[in-house]
């Protein structure tokens, strides 16, 4: 006779599934998470797994969605503060793109690509939407003038802390921590730049 779970265990062995999970990929990168890995990691049997998630694929999307609609509530959080902007954005930045729970750095487009081509069209479509969405909210919560703030500059400062944040301390994990702190700053700077007067 199967087991009865309750509604409180069910979510219990999700959240370790999303905890265990997270970690994994950070350890191994998305496309190299196995079900075994998680299975392992979460001490659950492989047809306990099936139970929660059709596919390895459709649990680590859920993942990557839950780790970014928390992230942006603290961002949009941390935006609403009364502090001077430069300083609401290098907290936010910190919180969303070093903060030991954060899976931003550790996901590539080429992840997500992989992840749709797995999942139904229906998950692409409103990625698009929700991605939209989340950046335009962010803008308007710094007051900036998207036509004021290159995109291009941006996206390749973000690329270079996505660099340092994730290559081991070849030269030693002080550097890399000022180095973090430097890009950090330059980008709290470069956007606070693009606010509007």
């Known amino acids: 006779m199967p087991k009865v779970v309750s509604e409180h265990e069910k979510e219990m ?5 999303y905890a265990k999970g997270i970690a994994l ?5 998305v496309k190299r998470v196995t079900v ?9 049997g492989k047809g306990s797994f099936y139970s929660y998630y ?13 780790g970014e609609k928390r ?3 603290r961002t949009e959080s941390i935006l609403s503060e009364k ?6 954005l290098v907290k936010a930045a910190k919180e969303v793109y070093l903060a030991p729970d954060s899976i931003v750095l550790y996901v590539s487009p080429s992840d997500l690509e992989y992840l ?4 139904p069209d229906e998950a692409a479509d409103w990625e698009a939407i929700k991605s939209n969405d989340y950046f335009s909210k962010t803008l308007s919560l710094c007051g900036i003038d998207e036509t004021k703030c290159e995109m291009d500059v941006l996206a390749y400062l973000m690329s270079a802390l996505h660099f340092v944040a994730t290559t ?3 030269y030693g994990e002080p550097g890399r921590e000022k180095t973090l702190d430097i890009l950090v700053h330059s980008i709290a700077d470069y956007m606070a730049g693009a606010a509007k007067q």
């Open 83 to 88: 502090i001077k902007l430069k300083d609401r």
């Open 168 to 170: 081991d301390a070849a």
């Open 25 to 29: 990929i950070r350890k191994k990168g």
């Open 116 to 119: 749709f081509r797995k999942l």
């Open 36 to 44: 075994e890995d998680i299975t392992s990691a979460a001490n659950i």
């Open 54 to 66: 059709n596919s390895k694929e459709e649990l680590l999307y859920a993942i990557i969605k839950k």
């Open 71 to 73: 992230m942006f509530e």
């Open 13 to 17: 062995v999700k959240e370790t599934m």
